[in-house]
């Protein structure tokens, strides 16, 4: 079974611009949280989305934003990048939201120069 | 505040061993934890995870304990291997939380030959 997927696997970008991240669930979970690495700390809680609807946002500027699919993947969106949002970025996929165990994915390596 | 912190930063085990990571958390309402394993380059791995009404759980090699009284959670991992090698984080999720998990900062597990 293929576990939750994420892409692209590495992105530079420039201060200023805009990137998108995808991610897929495992199939079955209906609910995808989106954290933030930051090298050498754990991940930070970004958004949780469930049955396309938003039940979580962690302390980020409105410069992050996130959706749902019906096929229950998901996209995050940074616009305006600053060199502090070079991280991992990971997606994780629970049956439901609230206090469930979360599978992660294999993150999304953001670098802006 | 949200705060799910660890003692040893480091932990150095010699293969054969039995590696104890300890972790302290700050929210005595939070009903549900976890344990992950990152490898470099890598998404965080479940390991096991627990809930507040037990004080023990038992894996693969791995056991978690918790004690609720001083807000602290273990993982002993049996038999330390060279493939455990990594950095291992706890986590913590509950009402207080809404839907995220809060991790802590990590603790990298070098197991020597």
């Known amino acids: 079974d293929a576990g939750v997927t994420q892409s692209p696997t590495h992105l530079i970008k420039t201060r200023g611009q805009h990137v998108t991240l995808r991610c897929s669930p495992i199939?079955?979970?209906?609910?995808v949280s989106w954290y933030q690495q930051v090298l050498g700390q754990g991940p930070q809680f970004i958004f949780q989305?469930?049955?396309?609807?938003?039940?979580g946002r962690g302390n980020f500027p409105d410069r992050f934003s996130a959706r749902q699919f019906p096929n229950y993947s998901s996209e995050l969106n940074v616009n305006a990048l600053l060199l502090g949002d070079s991280a991992l970025y990971l997606c994780?996929?629970?049956?439901?939201?609230?206090?469930?165990?979360?599978?992660f994915g294999p993150g999304t390596r953001l670098t802006v120069l | 505040g949200e705060s799910v912190g660890l003692h040893l930063p480091t932990l150095s085990v010699q293969e054969g061993d039995n590696s104890i990571i300890n972790c302290a958390y700050s929210n005595s309402a939070s009903d549900y934890f976890i344990w992950y394993k990152q490898e470099s380059g890598k998404g965080p791995q479940f390991i096991i995870d627990?809930?507040?009404?037990?004080d023990k759980r038992q894996g693969q090699r791995v056991t978690v304990l918790l004690n609720k009284t001083v807000k602290h959670l273990s993982l002993q991992i049996a038999a330390t291997q060279p493939g455990d090698s990594a950095v291992y984080f706890c986590?913590?999720?509950?009402?207080?939380?809404?839907?995220?998990?809060?991790f802590g900062a990590g603790t990298i597990l070098r197991v020597k030959s």
């Open positions: 199939s079955g979970h209906k609910s």
């Open positions: 994780a996929s629970s049956l439901a939201s609230g206090s469930s165990l979360q599978f």
């Open positions: 989305y469930y049955e396309k609807e938003e039940r």
């Open positions: 986590a913590e999720n509950g009402a207080e939380y809404g839907n995220k998990l809060v």
């Open positions: 627990i809930r507040s009404n037990m």
